[in-house]
């Protein structure tokens, strides 16, 4: 009897030796199926759809295995895929434009956000509105949506250029300039304005602007790799539709993966959430931002010498979002 249960529990550890091994080789055999894909970020929460895509596992869930690389602005994003250093981008308007009068051959695939391009001034100044701008000395963050909404500023105070002094600035160089007065006037997206008031305080004051500006922030590709990868980026879509009904139904907890991704503090981010509109669309608001900011290219020659308004829907690719939610493409005369 004791050499029958000593061969039964024998039986019974290969059986279950054999099981282990046999998960375990269904699970390579899993992550072995996962396409690769790699994302160039903003890593900030105007990128929240993406981070929550990622972070909550959305894209590996539609076979896609992301690296992510991260980055301080939506146009460093788009350099580096055109580059061929990433597939996809977050990116704003701005570099779009730049990039479709320079004929470069991108594709964008969905808005995922847009968002109030905000102003923080040193409080003593006492600037209260645009015309107070004069003889100031301004932060922007050149080639993005900051450079348009500083220039809307000054167009709408009356000034030009010359009656101020425009500082290109990272925007996380944006807070020490401010702070040891080497700018009067910071113009910058979210977080940067509310890590800003954190750190300075009663010395700072923002400026009512609200819709002066808001910047989109959007899912950009090559024509190139969208042509060979058809499949990817319409999982990638799938994903993030995933990630946009989730931050939907849990907002609570969406504020928390974001913040903590974006080197937030929760309760920083709270405040600003009701900034953020998130979504995973094609609609006629794309190409008004796209003209409306490549005509201020060509207004203010802020663009290549001979270059014209650019015919956006080359540029715009509806059919990866038409094939995953039809219903997300608003467009009157989409592709």
């Known amino acids: 009897m004791l050499i029958q249960k000593r061969r039964f529990t024998a039986i019974l550890v290969m059986m279950l030796s054999a099981g282990g091994l046999g998960l375990a080789m269904h699970a390579v055999a899993q992550t072995a199926k996962l396409t690769p894909v790699r994302l160039a970020q903003n890593l900030s929460p105007i990128s929240g759809v993406t981070i929550v895509a990622k972070q909550r596992n959305f894209i590996e869930k539609h076979g896609l295995d992301v690296t992510v690389s991260n980055f301080t602005t939506g146009r460093q994003a788009l350099e580096t895929v055109m580059a061929g250093g990433a597939d996809i981008a977050t990116v704003a308007e701005a570099p779009v434009t730049a990039g479709a009068m320079a004929r470069l051959r991108m594709a964008f695939l969905a808005r995922i956000n847009y968002s109030d391009i905000k102003s923080l001034t040193d409080a003593s100044d006492k600037i209260m509105k645009p015309a107070d701008l004069k003889g100031k000395r301004i932060g922007f963050a050149a080639g993005t949506g900051s450079e348009v909404y500083t220039m809307t500023l000054l167009t709408m105070g009356g000034l030009k250029a010359t009656d101020v002094t425009l500082v290109s600035l990272r925007p996380q160089d944006m807070v020490p300039a401010l702070a040891n007065n080497s700018i009067d006037v910071m113009n910058i997206w979210e977080p940067h304005i509310a890590n800003a008031r954190k750190a300075l305080g009663a010395k700072v004051r923002e400026l009512d602007t609200k819709g002066v500006y808001a910047e989109t922030f959007n899912i950009v590709t090559t ?94 690719f509806p059919e990866p979002l038409r094939a995953v939610a039809p219903e997300r493409v608003k467009l009157r005369a989409a592709k």
């Open 223 to 316: 024509q190139d790799y969208l042509g060979k990868n058809p499949a990817t980026a319409q999982a990638f879509l799938r994903a993030l539709i995933d990630a946009l009904n989730w931050i939907k139904a849990n907002p609570d907890q969406a504020i928390t993966v974001i913040a903590e991704t974006a080197g937030m503090k929760r309760e920083d981010f709270a405040p600003l959430w009701g900034d953020y509109n998130y979504d995973v669309v094609l609609d006629e608001q794309v190409f008004a931002v796209l003209r409306t900011h490549a005509q201020w290219r060509l207004d203010t020659k802020n663009a290549p010498p001979g270059a014209t308004m650019p015919d956006f829907t080359t540029v715009v």
